[in-house]
């Protein structure tokens, strides 16, 4: 299945898993979440299983449980992810004007920023910070990330509290499994760049 042969209805079906990406959900839940006809729901859900952009579990017969196949699926996730990153930032002008500056300063184009925590979730202050996680290939990118965040902080109202990992950290606390800022920032996640190698790594550990 190409990218513009996904339905509308398939593409909020993945954006809806996708925001949940540990969880499992009915097709009865599926079509609240996305405010969709429950017979439309089911059958572009099946067509999903069918393409294994989509995983069916059966756990209390006859109900079917869903979640988002993360193995060999990247492209198309990282094409989702940058739909539900451009609706936030669509709906949230100030911090769409706070990434663009980001991009323009980060001399590195090897990296992944994840946004999290109170602004993604809806519940900030004035006073709250934009939470950022940057994922870089080794430590050498570190002072270019941080530079670059010290730089627009400085020209915006927003306090930018950034996390950096490497590739290897970020996977590492993933596996892990426990409550830790790699799978904060992916429960609650909005991700403008980077979200293709994001899913390849993801495959390695969900």
């Not at 969709?36 to 109900?63: F, N, S, W």
């Not at 602004?119 to 709250?128: E, L, M, W, Y």
């Not at 930018?160 to 800022?181: P, R, S």
Request: hydrophobic share 40%; proline share 3%.
């Amino acid at each position: 299945m190409h990218f513009n042969a996904l339905s509308k209805t398939s593409v909020e079906i993945l954006a809806f898993l996708s925001s949940s990406l540990r969880e499992s959900f009915t097709v009865r839940q599926i079509a609240h979440g996305i405010g969709q006809d429950y017979r439309i729901t089911y059958e572009m859900t099946m067509r999903l299983i069918k393409g294994r952009y989509v995983i069916a579990e059966k756990r209390r017969r006859p109900v079917t449980y869903c979640k988002l196949n993360i193995k060999g699926n990247a492209a198309i996730l990282a094409y989702i992810e940058g739909i539900r990153a451009s609706r936030f930032l669509a709906r949230h002008r100030d911090i769409d004007v706070v990434l663009k500056a980001l991009s323009e300063r980060i001399a590195t184009p090897f990296f992944t920023m994840i946004l999290f925590g109170s602004h993604i979730k809806g519940t900030a202050s004035r006073r709250s910070d934009l939470d950022a996680l940057f994922i870089v290939p080794d430590r050498k990118r570190e002072t270019d990330i941080s530079s670059a965040v010290a730089s627009v902080e400085r020209t915006t109202p927003y306090g930018i509290h950034e996390v950096i990992l490497t590739n290897d950290d970020f996977t590492t606390l993933l596996k892990e499994g426990a409550t830790n800022v790699a799978w904060e920032a992916l429960e609650n996640r909005i991700v403008p760049y980077g979200a293709e190698p994001l899913f390849k790594m993801l495959e390695k550990v969900i």
